[in-house]
Structure formats: C-alpha cells, structure tokens
C-alpha cells in the first residue's frame, strides 16, 4: 500500500466497516485467541456459502493458501504446473517451494487472463496443473480451461486472490477449481491486514488440507474423541489465523455488500467517465466479457508504451494522484528464469502489458471529490 | 488450548496485559493494517535487544519462522538436521518440507533436552545443522552444542518457542544459533494468538532472510527507492504478520516483566510446595542446570510410567484441574518414519518421559486459590 503524503489521493486505503472492533473485542473477552475458533468457522461458512464450496480453510494468506494447494495436490519435483506470467510471484513461487516447475503462458491481450488458446501447446507428460488468475477478478474462459484440465487429467487450483463476489457464467469464481485460494491482503476488497482462505470443491481433498493445515498432525481428529492423543501423521505446515483476524475478516464479510457498492460506482464511474479521453488519447479500458460479472477490484488502463505510461504516472503524481504500475512479468524475472520454463510463443503480451498498465485508486472510501479530481487529472493528460 | 468446563481451572489461560485493545486501535485509525508497518518494527526492535541479535524478524508463526530458517540455510532435498525426537511436529516438519531428513536424537533424562552426549555419533557427511529445542525453556548445554557444531561445521538453529526470557550462561537464549525461532502461539507466555520471528544472528543471512520473507522479491529494496520495480528474485514464502498482530505482541512485549512475575511465582510454588509429596510418591520435577535461567514457561512432573500417569490426570480432571500431558516422539510417529531417520542407539528416554509427562496448569492469570486446589488435588494422590 502506498501511503499519501498530505492531500494526495493514496492508490488504497484499507476500508473499515465500522464492525471489526466490537468483534475483535468478543475475542479478548473469550480468551481464545489461537487459530479455529468460532470466529474462523463463521468466517469459513460464509466464505463456503458465497462460494458454493464443499469446504473452506481460512489461512495466513493466499501465498499460503497456494503453497497449501501444492501440498495437497502432492506435487513433486519436476511436476508442471501452468500459469501466466503476468501474475503475482507468489502463484509460481507456491509450486517452486515444492520442486514443481512454474509454466509461464502468456495472457489474453483484452482480459489480461492466461490465453485458453496457448495452454495445450505448453502441456507435458509432466504438466499435473493448471493455475488460472482471474486478472482484476473477471473470470478466465472456465469452459476452456476446464476442458483442456479434463481432456488432460489435470487439477485446477485458480488463483482467486482478486475474484471474491466474481461470478463467471453464473457461477462464483473459486467454485471451478479442485482447489482455489482467496486473499484478504489488506489491498483487496474484503480483508484482515493478512490472510487467505483455501477454497475445496471436491470433497475428497478435505481431510488431507486439514492434517496440513496443522502442522500435520490427526489434532483435529483428537479434537473430535477419534484418536486418544494426536501424532505427526503427514508433512505440514501451520495455516491457521489468529481468532483475532478471523473476528476482523467475518466483519468485512458480513458487511460485504456495502464495501461492494461503492467500489463497483468507483468503477463505473471511470469506464463511463473515461471512454472519450480513452478512444481520443489511444488508451485501452478494461474489457468484460458478457459471460463474466467481476467485483471491481482494479480498475486498470493500457497506455500505448512504457514512455508514455511513466509520464502519466507523473503526471498524476504531480496532481496529488497515487496511481501505479502492477505485475512485473515472472518468466523473465531472476527466479522465473531459475525455477521455471516459458511456454511455446513466449509470453510477448505479458511484456507489452506489464509496461502499459496503470490501475487507478479505486477502494470503498473514496469521496466524490476525489473520484472528480482523479477523473480530471487523467482527461487534462494528453499522450 | 483445552476449554474449561464450569468451575474448571483450565491448563492455560491467554493473558491479555490490558494494553491490548489500545494499540489495535492505533492500528485502525492509521489504516496500515497489512504487514511490516510501525509495530512491526517496534516489536521486532523490542525482540531484537531482549535476545542480542542481529534482527528479528517477525512470522505468522514459530513453525513459518523454523521453514524461513531452512529456506535460510538452503537446506537441500537429502541433507540431514539433527533434532530432538521430544519437540513437535514443526521442528522437523520445516525441514521435511524441504526434502531435508529430520535426524531424531534422543533427550537427556534431566532436563528433556537434546543429549548433547548423543549428538556425535548421529552426525554423517549429509548434516548440515542441529536444532536444539529449549524445552520449557530450559537451555540446551549450549556449549557442548556449539563445540560440535563448530567442529563440524554445522549451523544450529535454536527452536525457542518456548525460551523467550530464558538464560544459559547469563546469555539469552535465542542468541546462540545463527538463527532462532521464537513462538507468540497464545500458549506461550507473550502471544498474539497465533505468531512467531526469526531471530537472525548472523549479518550475512539477514538480506535473504528479508527476501524470502517477503515473497522472494526485492520489495524492500523498491521501498527504499534502490531499484525502480520489484521482481521475483529469489523462492520465497509470505511470513508477515498483520500489523493487528503486531501491535498486541508489542503490547505484551512491553509489559513482559508483569507477565513473568506471576508465572515464576507459580512455577516456585510448584516447586517448593509438590517436593516432599514428589519424593513420596517417586515423582520427578524439573530439573533446572545451575548455568540456566528458565522463563517459567512450563512445569511439568514425570509420573512413574504411563498407567499412573494416566491415573493422575484422571484424579486431576474430577476434581476440576485441567493438566495434561505433552509431545508425542516424532522417530517412530507415522510420518517421522516416512521422512526422518533415528539416531544410533534409538530414543529409549523420549518414549518413556513422553508416557510419563503431565504438564500442570500455569498462566499469569492463575489466582491463589486456583493454585491451592491444584496443589491440593496434585498432593492427595497416592501412585
Ligand atoms: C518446540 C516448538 N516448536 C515450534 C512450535 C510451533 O509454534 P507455532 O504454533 O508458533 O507455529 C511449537 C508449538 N507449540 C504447539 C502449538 O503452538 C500449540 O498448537 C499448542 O498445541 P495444542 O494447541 O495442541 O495445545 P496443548 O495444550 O499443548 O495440547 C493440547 C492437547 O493435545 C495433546 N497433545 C499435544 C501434543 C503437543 C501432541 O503432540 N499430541 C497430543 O495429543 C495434549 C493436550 O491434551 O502447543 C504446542 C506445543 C513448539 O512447542
Ligand atoms: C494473483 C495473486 N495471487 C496471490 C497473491 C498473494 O496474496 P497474499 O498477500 O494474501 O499472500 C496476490 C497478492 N497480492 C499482492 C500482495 O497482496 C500485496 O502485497 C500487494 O503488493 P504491494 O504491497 O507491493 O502493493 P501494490 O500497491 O500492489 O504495489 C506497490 C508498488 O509496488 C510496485 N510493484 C508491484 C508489483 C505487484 C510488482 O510485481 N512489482 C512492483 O514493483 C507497484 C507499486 O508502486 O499487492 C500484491 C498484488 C495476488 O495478486
């Protein structure tokens, strides 16, 4: 998060719903502040439900939901798994941990989504999964993907980080997957500082997550009167978030339709309010498929080159507005080249877009004020 | 954590110091809630001169701090880590993870920790460091430790998840190992319901360290205005506690010397009020080394074997006193014998204290009366 020096318009502000201390506070007063308690299975429910999941684990962040999936998955080394570039490090970084090899495929130039149609030519003997990003929380082509992951016996876990509230054909994003992992960084939309969840959609799968989850061990299972002391039964690692954040996460999720209303008028409000200067000044907006409805997560802009997307960032900057670049690519990037392959084509658009792309300030406290100021520093830039 | 029952003295109680609730709050209103903000650094500056070390650096837990130390070391796929048998599963589950052999060495029937007599013979070509476990604080013979890690130049690792405020030589433990990890898991004495840091003592390991911690980017250093963007650099993982955290562990940081009074207050009581009902009964209390300061982390007594065992914590539990017994041996544990390897001469001593263990209710919370009838319901039972 980039922090405003005075009067600037900061690129994100952690949004509070005014509920999280008198939940946090219900967790002091009960003493139970580890991981899973009440507060994180409430907190699992809701998630569950929005999602249509068979089960959710909430973790310490996506980085580790991802790293948990790997596990679960059992991925060994030299196992492939399939993933754009154009994406965050800790996508590929999950699989790397485990000796897996990060595939990079390059992205869909209009939704900046792993490209459906170059997936199949970087598929292997070894490929085990497919990991798809929903860029800006708009679905990947989930009717191709799930197809090709069929047609080739592979998992797909989706990077889901940005797509909580996103629907694709209908259907919730996070649902498509065996596995798929959700953020609550405190740069998306709902959040707890730091945290994650593991989405499971196939039941099989549950119990696994759940003895790495903790620490490997049957504990649950002791929990439960099954076994009469618990042992090291599995590899593992320790997911669980404090009851504390699980408190401050349940407030967002519960309030989560006033934090949506807001960011999807701030977006809005730039795709209507910009598509002039935009057509005039060569400048691509976002594209939504008709399949897809997203929660207004980012909204981004193409500027035509690296050269003019830097002096538009100044220029906002000398305006007092905090906008800034996103994703460096990972296929070229030092651990890219050390722990992964690229796909057949390379990944041309991945670089391209990586120079281009400016995401605008867009959270649920941002004032009408600051959407007009913003507005108008971008429409007074001329390329 | 075991939940009372009505009237039940619990086996822990997590401490809240009252300065809690205030400090979150700060968090709040500033908006920086995500990791690595100014209660970050105040808890890591706080940690870092209680120990004496280089930097501390703070984790979602102890068991991510133990993995970020394997990550650390670059501990590869076969390389050996020497541990005690008698520690929990993520001592050995850290370095499992990364294909590394978990060297189980058996304890010392005094103090339960690692026999450093043993250490010698267990060591190949293959190790690369031991990891001393200061169980119930209670330092390691951390001399003849370093001697043989010196001679064979191997790197320890220090897992102090029970040792903050422990002494061996008038030096803090957490301050004899290149690295060391400590645990703020609410049953530690300072928490912040589910927490941990790497301690660094070693400058030349802190900047990998920071990188790992953070993604395996150069993050830190796009923050300090060195390179122009970050990228993945190097494998990583997310250990950043939310700053909600950060700022509760402070919280308890800055009033440690209120917790430790009453802790050791209970521990002493323990000890001088159970002795003379301990030499009846052929119960054995703790041993502390004259060259060791313990941090009343743990009081525990060794029962004759395990059927008395069990009769003792069946006799405390109707009379309303939640003790408990504690690590199951990792060497002959389901998953210790898929990914571990025993020492030569087995771990005779960890199998029968693990039987024979019961840990007794201590907490800063626990009032007089509560001890009374603890001491009371300890010392009207006949082995
Ligand atoms: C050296 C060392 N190194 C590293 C870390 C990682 O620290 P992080 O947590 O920060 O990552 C630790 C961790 N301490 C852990 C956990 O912190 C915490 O979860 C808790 O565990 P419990 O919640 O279970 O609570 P309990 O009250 O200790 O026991 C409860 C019941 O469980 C039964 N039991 C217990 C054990 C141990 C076992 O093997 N088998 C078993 O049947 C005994 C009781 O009836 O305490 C653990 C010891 C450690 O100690
Ligand atoms: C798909 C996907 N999958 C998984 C996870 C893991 O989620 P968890 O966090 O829950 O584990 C994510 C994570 N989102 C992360 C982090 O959440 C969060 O840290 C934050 O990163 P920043 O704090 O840096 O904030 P920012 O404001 O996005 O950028 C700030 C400046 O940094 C420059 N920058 C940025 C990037 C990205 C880069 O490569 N290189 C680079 O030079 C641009 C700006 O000026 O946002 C990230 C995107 C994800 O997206």
Not at 63 to 75: G, K
Not at 329 to 338: C, E, N, V
Request: contains cysteine.
């Amino acid at each position: 998060m980039v922090v405003a020096s005075t009067n600037a318009i900061p690129f994100n502000r952690a949004y509070l719903t005014g509920a999280e201390s008198a939940l946090m506070e219900t967790v002091l007063n009960g003493g139970l502040l580890e991981g899973d308690g009440p507060f994180t299975a409430r907190a699992s429910a809701l998630l569950t439900e929005m999602i249509g999941a068979v089960a959710t684990l909430l973790t310490t962040s996506c980085t580790h939901a991802l790293e948990l999936s790997a596990l679960v998955l059992d991925l060994k080394p030299g196992d492939e798994v399939i993933m754009p570039s154009f994406t965050f490090p800790s996508t590929a970084n999950a699989y790397a941990l485990r000796g897996a090899v990060p595939v990079f495929v390059d992205c869909r130039p209009d939704t900046l989504n792993l490209d459906e149609r170059r997936i199949e030519a970087a598929i292997t003997s070894r490929t085990r999964a497919i990991a798809p990003v929903h860029y800006a929380g708009v679905g990947c082509d989930m009717d191709a993907i799930g197809a090709i992951a069929q047609r080739h016996g592979l998992a797909i876990v989706e990077d889901n980080a940005h797509g909580l509230g996103g629907y694709y054909r209908g259907r919730p994003l996070g649902s498509f997957g065996a596995l798929a992992t959700q953020s609550f960084h405190s740069t998306k939309n709902a959040h707890c500082g730091e945290g994650g969840a593991l989405v499971v959609n196939r039941a099989d799968l549950v119990e696994r997550a759940e003895y790495i989850r903790e620490k490997g061990t049957n504990r649950t299972q002791y929990y439960r009167g099954v076994v009469e002391r618990y042992r090291w039964v599995d590899i593992g690692s320790s997911y669980l978030p404090s009851e504390l954040l699980a408190a401050f996460l349940t407030a967002q999720l519960e309030h989560f339709g006033q934090i949506q209303a807001r960011r999807q008028e701030v977006w809005a409000a730039y795709h209507s309010r910009l598509a002039d200067w935009a057509a005039e000044a060569g400048v691509i907006q976002p594209t939504v498929p008709d399949e897809c409805v997203h929660p207004a997560h980012i909204y981004y802009l193409l500027l035509p080159d690296l050269g003019t997307r830097q002096s538009f960032l100044r220029h906002l900057r000398d305006r007092g507005i905090q906008a800034t670049f996103h994703y460096q690519p990972l296929h070229d990037a030092p651990a890219g080249l050390r722990y992964g392959r690229t796909g057949p084509g390379g990944c041309p658009v991945t670089e391209r877009i990586a120079d281009q792309l400016v995401r605008l300030p867009i959270y649920t406290g941002l004032g009408d004020d600051d959407l007009d100021q913003i507005i108008d520093g971008i429409t007074s830039f001329r390329p």
